[in-house]
């Protein structure tokens, strides 16, 4: 009986002296794994758990298979102990193969403590990457080694399996070195929700465990956190131990996981994390949220930017927090300038709403909250400006590390690139525009090209500066990407074909050190982790497009695809159930769309740049891209109040920071922490996509 081949790829169960081997491959071409199936099936019965093969148990003997093979299908099984296991192979129309194990108590009685699955273990691969999306990103390098964060670890006996609704993308993809040829093999789930009578939702697990190399987990739901059985990581750099994740059989019961395998060979070391995305769309055809019409979400958000406008005198700008009541403890009231404060963002909104409606009162309120920003925030190093301002004892700060201010580069980048915007869009409308305004933007980047601290040794710019303009850290990051957006839009608004160059020059230093082999990812952009993120990704990818933009150049497209194809590692492809009773439950939650935060933190969030990815979908016609940004623009709304009181808000447009879809706080709820950036963010995201002529 001929094997099963479908495109390039072909699989096939065959009875050999050491049992029945499972064998994947190219057609005609090399072989990627031929091993007994006995040596990558687990079962195991009571706790804690262990990856215990088939074959290590001496039981089932290799005449105890049994095989079947016909066109288009091949199946096989055993029994061990009271379980029969069967395994089924067949190709989908997208050359994908499915593979389904179904375990079955043949016994008489109940069968607990349970932990079965597929562990695929490529033996002592060379070379190898591993990304299990939104957890771990080939071994999370930049994440703080004294902190709790997942991490499969260098040592056998280290792993890290987390539960199915963790991870964005249900799924593990190992890239690896085989002589000269790299390879890469993607496992992902099918998800399948397990209600308890008590209204829980239970599902499958996935991760990897270290054994001579990389051993791809899809288990029946069993956790482990470095390399440590039943423990569950339930917040920033915390763990838990838990009993949850085994699995009971009734007599005659069956268990079922259903499993989609992909492979090929890879060309550019990696970039194999992309072909996961790739298969991820193919295999996850659920649509997402309707969400609210983009008319709507600017009501709504423009209801709350107003609320977060504060003057006196000559103090003007957008407050971080609500002065509303009813939302917790009332916060002091500052500004902040980028990361979660968003204050120069919230002024373009701002300004971009009154041009849009003729009302002269917005436009003025910007331009106060530029002048304000731009009189009283600077250092004692020309061109840095410190990142916020307390209005109750009048003094402008900056973070804070090793006990010294710090002056984020993240979040100065980012207010600097919100000037920028805000003197193109007055332009663009025949607003005039302050020298001083020109001033103040030349200024910061003539600190950053010029100033002797301002950029590390490597030419990439550093987490912060302290005051006097010194490097505050010279650890490895991606935290000064904003800088370079920030050079890149400054460029264009100072007709400075210079500074284009030199921020090329600098994006390059970043796609380097990141995106070019991803040995060390994105990373460290986030100001309260110290890890993989998807912030760092984003800035990359907006930088990219900037440049892309100015320049046209195909070379920085492929960037803009690559960072995207990372970013959208971070982004749920499919949405998990939630326990009855919960607040999710009740609204009807969709996760399709939502990215998660970073390797530390498992929440959801609606910080994305969905305009950014439309657009440059658009431009490029990259379907794939235009949809997935689509997709998540709706998606961010669900949590928006409509009405006061929606979602625990006594004011309308106001949305929390962190919606928990797993075991990570709060599952199945949405906090109410709203810092001023779940304003600007999606309200910026929705004007800009507004103005797209042709986005149909």
Known sequence: MPRLTSGPRQAELRRTPDGVVLQLGLADGPVYLERPLAGLLTCSAGRPWQPSLLQAAGTPSPDGWWISRRPGEHRAGCRTGPLAVEVQLAF?????LNLELRWRNTSKRRLADLAVGLLLDLGRVKDSQLTVPGVIYNDNPSADPARAVPRIGPAPGGGFVAEEDRLPIPGVNLEWREGRERRWLSVLSRPQARRSGDGQVRYGSLGAI???????????????????????????????????????????????????????????????????VHTARTVFTGSGADGLALDELIRLKTVALDNRWYQSGTVAGYTKFSDISGNGPRKTRHFMYGWTGQALKLAWCDAQLGFNTRDRLRIDRCRAAVEFYLSGSPTPTPGLRHNAYQAITRRWTSFRTGNRPMVSSRAYGETIADLADIITLFRAHGEAVPPSWLHALTESMTFLRCSAGAQLADGTFPVGWRLDGSPAATTVSSAGIPCVLAALKASEVLDDAELLSEATVWLSRYHDQHARTFDRPFSRSTLDAACEDKEAGMYYFMAAYELFRRTGDPVYATWCEVAADWLLTWVYVWSPEQDEGSPLHAAGFNAIGWPTVSVQNHHLDAFFPTYELLSFGLTTNR??????????????????????????????????????????????HANTWNPSWVIAVPLANALHTQALPHDD
Do not use: C
Not at 92 to 96: A, C, E, M, N, S
């Open 210 to 276: 270290r054994q001579e190399g990389p051993v791809i987990a899809a288990l029946s739901g069993v956790l482990m956190f470095d390399g440590k059985q039943d423990i569950r990581y339930v917040s920033k750099a915390e763990t838990e131990v838990t009993d949850d994740g085994y699995l009971t059989l009734r007599p005659g019961e069956s268990y079922t996981q259903r499993l989609v395998l992909d492979w090929g060979p890879q060309d550019i070391r990696g970039h194999a994390f992309r072909q996961l």
């Open 623 to 668: 379907r794939s891209y235009v949809d997935a940004a689509r997709t998540t623009l709706q998606a961010l709304t669900q949590n928006v109040a409509i009405s006061p009181h929606d979602w625990n808000f006594p004011l309308p447009g106001e949305q929390g920071e962190a919606v928990f879809q797993t075991h990570w706080q709060r599952r199945g």
């Open 92 to 96: 989908d129309d997208g050359d994908r």
